[in-house]
């Protein structure tokens, strides 16, 4: 059996995002994908990785629009999993004169089920790279158990571990995330802060600060996601800096996953932490240029225009 080198475990969750229309009878959601790792790995594959997701959808239609997606976008599904008692992820956005608002229906879903003694123990032990997410801790009690079997694993195999701290607070309180995200922190090779949740986790508000914070719960390396500010990756023996691309953002969305699924994909590769921070963040450059999840995440050929344009 083939195994992918990295290996991306979460849910993916199909989207419906409302639209503005004139017309009281017209179709006023526009559907899409959405989901932390899925988007991961799509950066990733995009690319060049050789990446396969890890999760398990419904026997519906909306698993089946995941499938079909990830066999365009060239991320093995061979680790997928259809429950026919469970349904895939479905999230809606909406937007009224406060903002937008999203709305899951995830409870009880296919991904959230997912436990210990459904992993696959041989492709973790194969890959070169897991990389789960805090989102898949917080979906429920077995998904967060089924994290840090997986990691355990890892661990055993010398699978490298990467790891986004990504805070939703609607799905957990922050004193629990806090304990699970510290302790997963504790033994990950690679994390992926953002500023503004690592200030509300850490309760710290200067990037240096929390730089220091995670390494020495025990991370090996440290990736600050800062925004507009730029990003920064930290070891116990470096700390390099890179400065944002000046772009007109439109939207963010998986703008953090795009970063990290560029670096990690350099990273495996066997690039030098500086190139892998250089090609994360005009990955993620590019990405907020355009609307949605999948669509603005670019290819390998663009990230290195940007890069020949700075």
Known sequence: MMFSEILSFGE????????????????DFLSGFGGDVSNFAIAAARQGADIGILTHLGCDAFGQEFIDLWKRESVSDSLVVNNPEAHTGVYFITHNEEGHHFSFLRKGSAAS????????????ANAKLFHTTAITQAISTNCCDAVFEAIDICHKNDTLVSYDTNLRLKLWSLKRAKAVINETISSVDICFPSLDEAQLLTGLEHSDDILDHYLKLGAKTVVLKQGSLGATVATSDERISVKPHKVTAVDATAAGDSFAGSFCTHYVRG??????????????????????????LPTIEQVRERLAQR
């Open 12 to 27: 993916p969750m199909f989207e419906f995002s409302q639209i503005k229309t004139d017309e009281p009878l017209a179709p």
């Open 113 to 124: 089920l997912i436990s210990n003694r459904q992993l696959p123990v041989e492709a973790i």
């Open 271 to 296: 690039a030098s932490l500086q190139e892998c921070l250089e090609y994360a963040n005009a990955t993620a450059s590019i990405t907020i240029t355009g609307y949605g999840a999948v669509a603005p």
